[in-house]
């Protein structure tokens, strides 16, 4: 079955380490994204790509980076986590054209103490 | 810019009574739209989409009417229940060729027994 998945489930960290949350998805979609998710303030676009090795700026890009190594796995990497970054991560993918809609996975939740 | 508005932060029912959430949407020409509902623990999945071509759209029992004279999009849904407790986000299709969807923050429903 078409899926995205996320790993880990829930992560803790301290500031300034170094965190990598992966995202894999089976749909054979071009288009993958990073949001955050926080009380609020909604869904937030951090980065997304439209293909392997493309990487897009979102609204909310700051201390994070991301890396698309195949058209399946998208990446998101915070290499100098601060508490401000604590929040819960989806990953969605998407074939991109007008009319087709997300598949989110179940969310990765990110605490730094 | 483009922007999606979703006023209600948070609505609380009993079930059998009648939902409302009030979405409008900003942007040039005419864009696909689309309903998302949140569970608890999950991430967010399509609850219904609607095109220019089709102007309405209904799933679960949820229905959803494209209304470019007042550019909105409200969600309705006649009895809801119990299990219709989670939080919903409307969405529509970026004005420019990004692939991105933009969301409103999201509604909380609470339905009471």
């Known amino acids: 079955e078409a899926a995205v998945t996320q790993s880990p489930r829930n992560k803790v960290t301290v500031t300034g380490g170094n965190v990598t949350l992966s995202c894999r998805q089976t749909?054979?979609?071009?288009?993958m994204y990073w949001y955050r998710q926080d009380t609020g303030h909604g869904l937030r676009l951090i980065h997304y790509s439209y293909g392997a090795g493309n990487l897009q700026i979102g609204d909310v890009p700051d201390g994070y980076k991301a890396t698309r190594t195949t058209q399946e796995d998208f990446f998101l990497l915070l290499e100098l986590a601060s508490p401000s970054q604590t929040s819960l991560y989806f990953c969605?993918?998407?074939?991109?054209?007008?009319?087709?809609?997300?598949?989110f996975g179940s969310g990765t939740r990110l605490l730094v103490i | 810019g483009d922007s999606v508005i979703q006023m209600q932060g948070q609505v609380t029912l009993s079930e059998n009574d009648f939902l409302f959430i009030n979405c409008t949407y900003s942007?040039?020409?005419?864009?696909?739209l689309f309903w998302y509902v949140q569970y608890s623990g999950e991430g967010p999945q399509l609850l219904l989409q609607?095109?220019?071509?089709?102007n309405k759209g209904s799933s679960r029992g949820f229905e959803a009417t494209y209304d470019k004279g007042t550019t909105s999009f409200h969600l309705q849904k006649t009895s809801v229940q119990e299990i219709d407790s989670a939080v919903y986000y409307c969405a529509m299709r970026d004005g420019g060729n990004t692939g991105k969807l933009i969301f409103g923050l999201g509604t909380t429903l609470q339905v009471q027994p």
């Open positions: 942007t040039t020409g005419y864009p696909t």
């Open positions: 969605a993918s998407s074939a991109g054209t007008a009319n087709s809609d997300y598949t």
């Open positions: 609607v095109t220019t071509a089709n």
């Open positions: 749909n054979s979609h071009n288009y």
